[in-house]
Every structure is written in C-alpha cells, then in structure tokens.
C-alpha cells in the first residue's frame, strides 16, 4: 500500500499536494483515488453499486471508441477527465472547432451526459462529500464540453480548462474522503436514503479502513 500512495502523490495536483504534511486520512483519501487500491471501497460483484460502476466505464471506454466521434479524437480525452500526460499534449492545439466538428462535439456532449446520468446512480452508494464534489465536477465538464461546441474557444485553450476543473475538484474529494474517513461510523447508513433502490438493494458504511457496500 505504501508504494501505491507514493505513485499516486506523483500524479496528484500540485496544489493539492504541495507543502502539506499528510494525515493518515489524507494519505487514506488519496489512495482511495488510485485504481490500484480499488479495495478500499469494497462492493460484491453482483451488488448494485458494483454494475453501475461497471455500466459506467463501459459508457466511457465506449466514448473512446465510437466511430461518431473519430474526427474529433486527436484533439480532446473522449473516455477521461484525469489524464494529464494527454492534456498537455492537447494544450498546443490552437484551432478552434470547425462547422463540421461542432456538430460532432455536441454528439459528444449528449453522450457523455448518458453516462454521467449511469454515474449519478451510483452515488447513492458513496460517501456523501465525495457524490456532491463528483456531482459537480460531472456538471462542470459538460458545460465546458457544450462551451467548446460553440466553437468559441480553441482546442488547448479547452484542454487547459478542463485540467484546471479537474484539478480543483479531486482536491475537493480528497478532502471529502479524509473529513468523513476521520468522522465515520462502522454503522453508517448510505448518504442518500432516498435514493431509489437504497433502502433496499444495499447497505454501505466505512468498516475498519474500508468503506463497503453490502447487497441486502
């Protein structure tokens, strides 16, 4: 675990990271953001939050390869928000979108908002600061996806922008994680009871260092 976390401060926002001496909840906070402590947020297979998390990385790698949105490829991330080594590839692209291109950004938008909407589902089964700052970071990109489509703003100028949302917002979540980690309750209810199917498909709760959900 210990070599997981300091590959990941690597790949962390410098202002998140710069100058602060972590706490355990920190360093908890940000592993909880690296696929390779995928088991600190425990789901069965079959549970519910386990296929809407799957449904939803197949929404994405399905925007990577959609043949709709091939003129676009080269120029913005289809299927990611955090990929940092391609955003700074992207920020020299100084042309705008073209006629034919905006067509294609808005196709991009409208399927990018499905599967934001798959991922809204599953944050009935997260904790509650970490589903409001990835709400918002789901809302903020769209409305920079359907800026571009306007055709207002250059392809690097995009790219910058939509690091810069990135960036503020998985600080955001590393503080959510780190707060409700240090505050939790073995026995913690789910942070939106009345969300459908909630009550009675699963249960969800830090235990121990692990925050899990449990098909009832």
């Known amino acids: 675990m210990q070599a997981t976390i300091v590959r990941s401060a690597r790949r962390f926002p410098g202002s998140v990271l710069r100058g602060m001496r972590l706490p355990n909840a920190f360093l908890l906070a940000g592993a909880l953001l690296v696929s390779g402590c995928s088991s600190l947020f425990v789901e069965q297979p079959k549970g519910p939050w386990a296929i809407l998390k799957h449904e939803y990385r197949q929404c994405l790698t399905d925007l990577g390869n959609d043949s709709e949105l091939r003129s676009i490829a080269d120029k913005v991330t289809l ?16 042309k705008k979108p073209t ?11 409208t399927k990018l908002e499905h599967c934001n909407k798959i991922r809204a589902d599953s944050f009935a089964y997260e904790p509650a600061g970490v589903a409001m700052w990835s ?26 922008r939509r690091l810069e949302i990135d960036t503020k917002y998985r600080g955001e979540i590393v503080r959510a994680i780190a707060a409700e980690y240090k505050n939790h309750n073995s026995s913690a209810p789910l942070n939106n009871s009345s969300s459908p199917g909630s009550q009675s498909n699963s249960s969800c709760g830090w235990e121990g260092n692990q925050w899990i959900c449990r098909s009832l």
Do not use: H
Request: hydrophobic share 45%; proline share 0%; net charge negative.
């Open 79 to 94: 299927d990611s928000y955090y990929d940092r080594d391609s955003y700074f590839d992207l920020l020299g692209i100084e």
């Open 135 to 160: 709400a918002a970071a789901d809302k903020e990109q769209l409305a920079l996806v359907q800026e571009l489509s306007r055709g207002n703003m250059a392809y690097g100028d995009f790219a910058a």
């Open 99 to 109: 006629a034919k291109e905006k067509v294609v950004i808005k196709k991009w938008a």
